[in-house]
């Protein structure tokens, strides 16, 4: 079975993002951790393995890094190295393995993306997936009905359950 992959180009997504952009000019920090948030999220409904990757091209002796945070692969570039240009080098060798996707609304890196064999996808039509993911979350399992909930008691035999309340209610 092949995978299924998903590139987020971290602050083309960001900057592309009400909520993540606001975020942004307070605090870049916050605003990566919080879209790494939203992607793991999106990972483990979705079952895809997500790689996102932040621009460090312009930070001195940098020399990048890469680590998994919450499930998603989270690159930062070394210096000189733009986001566009690490993601160029992996897309080729991993639409050989399955469905490259990668999501930015830089036009022209959308159609060299398209050229190495992956799947453009722009920022807005990944912030609607999200969406529409975070729905199907809660409609599955935020808005359940109290009987519907899995707790021990809905699980214990009568006489057990009886036997537990006599015990807890003993001083």
Do not use: C
Request: a positive charge.
């Amino acid at each position: 079975m092949k995978k299924e992959y998903l590139i987020v180009d971290g602050y083309n997504i960001v900057n592309a993002w009400p909520e993540l952009k606001e975020l942004f000019n307070v605090s870049i920090e916050q605003a990566r951790d919080k879209l790494i948030e939203i992607m793991a999220e999106f990972r483990a409904y979705k079952g895809v393995e997500v790689i996102i990757v932040f621009d460090g091209h312009l930070v001195k002796g940098n020399t990048g890094s890469s680590a998994f945070v919450k499930g998603v692969q989270v690159v930062y570039t070394k210096e000189q190295e733009t986001a566009d240009n690490y993601i160029e080098s992996i897309i080729r060798d991993m639409s050989r393995r399955g469905t490259v996707r990668v999501a930015t609304s830089d036009w022209t890196e959308q159609q060299v993306i398209l050229a190495l064999g992956g799947i453009r996808i722009s920022a807005s039509e990944l912030y609607v997936a999200v969406k529409n993911a975070e729905g199907d979350i809660k409609k599955r399992f935020l808005n359940r009905g109290y009987e519907r909930i899995n707790i021990v008691g809905n699980n214990l035999s009568p006489d057990v359950a009886d036997k537990l309340q006599k015990w807890r209610k003993s001083p």
